[in-house]
């Protein structure tokens, strides 16, 4: 029976068994449409079992319009329905015969079936492990030629740097020695009156020279000026260095010459731009006292030696409190810094100065110069603009504070940063206003910020009005000041049962000063 149940067989079984169907089905039809209709689906099966059904129809059939006759919708939707019983139950039969034949298969054949399946999917997984294998060979080794080739790159960036780092090391140990070499030959506690006498006897070497009219000279020989006019040789060291004006003082404000008998001859530095001082009083005072202690002297190198000391003295203990150590330290400690960690600093110094601005804003002023004062312990010398800030923001809890002599530094400090923030230069120019003496600091300030925006009025208004109080004050502190000098020359030559009124001055066509006696040609 199974050989016998062929294909071709159980075509015909299951086309005769559809037949009977249908012609059950029809026999139950009431109307004659549904007979035409399966007269119709008997005539649509090919009559000549000779053409292949994929040829096209024949060109007389091609353009003939098929007639649908008139069908009465019941009886359509009758048709519909039984053609859909019609399809299930052929479905069923189909499945209950395709059933039947796949279970008349062997066991031998199945079983062959799966074990041939089963070793074909183990050799694909052999396989796939081999290829999956040699992938992870080509990517090591790819891997381990990246970091051989990375590692190459480290050591020479290394090697670079060293270098980089031995050729700094070497420039700044030649430095360091030209320091020491130059070391020598400054002015020291030490050696301070042997320099102030090898100044006065031959001074062909020196720092700073001032002539009769107050120009200062620095670093030039000294074959280029007459020797008579030079008044003052006077040596200098990095600490009195910072204390002395670099630039030309003005003429007949600054210095008084008095020639005493021929005995010796007595230079009076009387400025406080070029010394710098904050206490005009106490400059005065050490000056007498230099004055008094020479009543008594009569050599002239002995005298002069000790006037100078005393100057020297009083601008060496008068000098303010210095922060370039502070300067240097943060500089050598960046020398061998990345710019990542350099980065890194700058941001953690606004984080500060952000949370010194909060404290500042809720009038905590000791805390905010904390916090600035934090930030400029970490922050890099090589961002001058955010240094000049925190340095311009301590100021302002140091004007806050009332403490205005350390607001000045702080703006001092925060200008050497950045000599064009428009901020600190109008703050140190209100702070040194506020006091007479620091006048012409204020007019400095002032004149930097007009060329700075010169369409700044009210800037421009400050300049010609500081220039006024300027031209007034010293006015009246040159009258103060010769009143004075003639007073302490009278002191001085009573014993001698002479005055300043026995003297004159008399201007000289290279504009120094000569002074002698009235009755000199008598």
Not at 168 to 190: D, G, P
Not at 273 to 302: C, P, R, T, Y
Not at 466 to 491: H, I, P
């Amino acid at each position: 029976m199974r050989e016998f149940l062929t294909v071709r067989n159980w075509r015909l079984c299951e086309v005769c068994m559809l037949s009977e169907i249908v012609v059950m089905l029809l026999k139950k039809a009431k109307t004659l449409s549904l007979m035409l209709l399966y007269k119709r689906m008997i005539s649509l099966r090919p009559s000549k079992p000779g053409k292949p059904p994929i040829l096209p129809p024949a060109k007389s059939k091609r353009y003939r319009v098929v007639h649908v006759p008139w069908q009465d919708p019941e009886d359509v939707r009758e048709m519909l329905w039984r053609r859909h019983i019609y399809m299930n139950a052929l479905k069923s039969v189909r499945r209950y015969y395709r059933d039947r034949l796949s279970g008349s298969m062997l066991k031998s054949d199945d079983e062959n079936f799966v074990t041939g399946i089963k070793n074909e999917f183990r050799q694909l997984l052999l396989k796939n492990d081999e290829l999956n294998k040699l992938q992870q060979e080509k990517r090591e080794k790819e891997f381990q030629a990246e970091k051989e080739k990375l590692k190459e790159e480290i050591i020479q960036l290394v090697e670079q740097h060293l270098n980089e780092n031995e050729e700094k090391h070497a420039v700044r140990e030649q430095e360091v020695l030209e320091m020491i070499e130059n070391s020598k030959h400054f002015v020291t506690y030490e050696n301070l009156d042997e320099k102030i006498e090898e100044a006065l006897e031959s001074p062909t070497d020196f720092n700073y020279a001032l002539d009769l009219n107050g120009n200062m000279f620095k670093g030039k020989p000294l074959e280029k000026y007459n020797k008579q006019n030079l008044l003052l040789i006077k040596p200098v060291s990095q600490e009195t260095e910072p204390l002395i004006y670099s630039g030309n003082v003005q003429e007949n404000s600054a210095v008084v010459a008095v020639k005493y008998l021929k005995c010796f001859e007595l230079i009076v530095l009387y400025d406080n731009i070029s010394l710098q001082m904050e206490n005009v009083e106490n400059i005065g005072e050490s000056k007498l006292d230099a004055w008094l202690k020479l009543q008594n002297k009569s050599a002239e190198n002995e005298s002069s030696i000790k006037c100078l000391k005393e100057l020297c003295n009083d601008v060496i203990d008068k000098m303010e409190e210095n922060v370039n150590s502070a300067v240097e330290f943060l500089k050598m400690e960046e020398t061998n810094m990345d710019e990542k960690t350099k980065l890194k600093r700058q941001q953690e110094a606004i984080q500060m100065k952000i949370d010194g601005n909060a404290a500042f804003r809720d009038g905590d002023f000791s805390g905010a110069l904390r916090h600035y004062t934090d930030a400029l312990r970490i922050c890099p010398t090589s961002f001058a603009s955010t240094r000049s800030v925190l340095f311009g923001n301590r100021a302002a809890c140091y004007m806050k504070m009332e403490k205005y002599d350390e607001a000045i530094k702080e703006c001092n400090w925060s200008v050497e940063c950045d000599s064009n923030y428009v901020k600190v230069l109008r703050r140190r120019a209100s702070l040194y206003e506020m006091q007479e003496s620091t006048l012409e600091k204020a007019l400095d300030d002032y004149k930097r910020l007009y060329q700075i925006d010169p369409a700044d009025n009210e800037v421009a208004r400050s300049v010609t009005r500081l220039s006024r109080a300027v031209d007034a004050r010293n006015a009246k502190m040159k009258a103060q000041a010769f009143d004075t000098m003639k007073e302490l020359g009278n002191v001085l030559l009573q014993p001698f049962g002479l005055s300043t009124d026995d003297f004159q001055c008399t201007k000289r066509p290279d504009g120094s000063v000569n002074i002698e006696m009235k009755n000199r040609h008598r």
